[in-house]
């Protein structure tokens, strides 16, 4: 029997340095064994040093593309990006609640690596209440999940399992519904993400790994979990593997060397050669 492959689309932004958006997101899914799609949310002009412009995507257009998507392809996994505008963010959680994929992962994107925002400030309101609901796994990092809950970053580890308590009651009640807090804002070496769904609260360890190559950890992360939710037994078995894949891919990222700022993580770690090989 021919094992079917999950399709995944990224609704999101794109990068054209690769590292970050929607062409990161592919690079993830296809790694991993899934058939990627892609849904333009927002343009941006971005290299390793930074963004230094955006240019959005209008609404109706972005609602055309899923629906043109959605009307011919069995989509099993959806990561949300970055969206840039309100508009964009209310149309897509419409879209969203009318095709119901099974598993919709959210990356709250605001922030740049560089620090350049990619979310407009009146938007921060429609993604907290239109698409957080809707969503069956959330991954913010520390500072995003800030401003979900409206309250400063967490700055320990018991801080993080109170913002995650807080940040899984702004989750829908139908359904299994998950937050994945990632804990690279913290200081020292350990960096303890915390997986939780009302629940069980688990805890996914993990070093630091001291390179300049984070360009994109996020959308990675969040990528990689559209393509093995659909395949795995359990969302914590997904997670785990999601963030392993990410740590083999940061380890690696020093090979690519791409770009002077933040280069981005090693994609293709399992099937590229080393060149110390």
Same mark, same amino acid.
């Given at each position: 029997? *021919?094992?079917?492959?999950?399709?995944?689309?990224?609704?999101?932004?794109?990068?054209?340095?690769?590292?970050?958006?929607?062409?990161?997101?592919?690079?993830?899914?296809?790694?991993?064994?899934?058939?990627?799609? @892609?849904?333009?949310?927002?343009?941006?002009?971005?290299?390793?040093?930074?963004?230094? =412009?955006?240019?959005?995507?209008?609404?109706?257009?972005?609602?055309?593309?899923?629906?043109? &998507?959605?009307?011919?392809?069995?989509?099993?996994?959806?990561?949300?990006?970055?969206?840039?505008?309100? =508009?964009?963010?209310?149309?897509?959680?419409?879209?969203?609640?009318?095709?119901?994929?099974?598993? $919709?992962?959210?990356?709250?994107?605001?922030?740049?690596?560089?620090?350049?925002?990619?979310?407009?400030?009146?938007?921060?309101?429609?993604?907290?209440?239109? &698409?957080?609901?809707?969503?069956?796994?959330? *991954?913010?990092?520390?500072?995003?999940?800030?401003?979900? $809950?409206?309250?400063?970053?967490?700055?320990?580890?018991?801080?993080?399992?109170?913002?995650?308590?807080?940040?899984?009651?702004?989750?829908?009640?139908?359904?299994?519904?998950?937050?994945?807090?990632?804990?690279?804002? &913290?200081?020292?070496?350990? *960096?303890?993400?915390?997986?939780?769904?009302?629940?069980?609260?688990?805890?996914?360890?993990?070093?630091?790994?001291?390179?300049?190559?984070?360009?994109?950890?996020?959308?990675?992360?969040?990528?990689?979990?559209? @393509?093995?939710?659909?395949?795995?037994?359990?969302?914590?078995?997904?997670?785990?593997?999601?963030?392993?894949?990410?740590?083999?891919?940061?380890?690696?990222?020093?090979?690519?060397?791409?770009?002077?700022?933040?280069?981005?993580?090693?994609?293709?770690?399992?099937?590229?050669?080393?060149?110390?090989?």
């Amino acid at each position: 029997m *021919t094992r079917k492959i999950p399709h995944a689309l990224t609704i999101a932004g794109v990068d054209p340095s690769g590292g970050a958006g929607v062409l990161a997101d592919i690079k993830a899914m296809s790694a991993l064994g899934a058939y990627g799609t @892609a849904v333009i949310a927002a343009l941006t002009a971005q290299n390793t040093l930074g963004v230094t =412009g955006i240019s959005p995507v209008p609404p109706e257009f972005v609602a055309q593309q899923i629906d043109t &998507l959605f009307a011919d392809v069995p989509i099993d996994a959806v990561k949300i990006g970055m969206l840039g505008q309100k =508009g964009v963010t209310r149309v897509v959680s419409e879209r969203m609640l009318r095709w119901k994929p099974k598993h $919709l992962v959210l990356d709250p994107v605001m922030i740049a690596k560089g620090g350049a925002s990619l979310l407009e400030r009146e938007a921060v309101s429609a993604l907290r209440e239109e &698409l957080v609901p809707i969503a069956s796994m959330i *991954t913010p990092n520390l500072p995003e999940a800030g401003v979900l $809950l409206d309250a400063r970053p967490a700055e320990t580890l018991k801080e993080m399992r109170q913002a995650a308590e807080k940040l899984r009651r702004l989750l829908g009640d139908d359904g299994e519904r998950w937050v994945f807090l990632k804990s690279g804002h &913290l200081p020292g070496d350990d *960096t303890i993400d915390l997986l939780h769904d009302g629940d069980r609260m688990i805890e996914l360890p993990g070093r630091r790994i001291h390179t300049p190559n984070t360009h994109g950890t996020g959308c990675t992360l969040s990528a990689a979990l559209a @393509a093995l939710l659909p395949v795995c037994g359990s969302v914590p078995e997904a997670a785990e593997r999601a963030k392993a894949y990410l740590v083999a891919a940061i380890a690696r990222s020093g090979e690519l060397q791409v770009g002077k700022g933040h280069g981005p993580v090693h994609h293709f770690h399992q099937w590229w050669m080393s060149p110390d090989i």
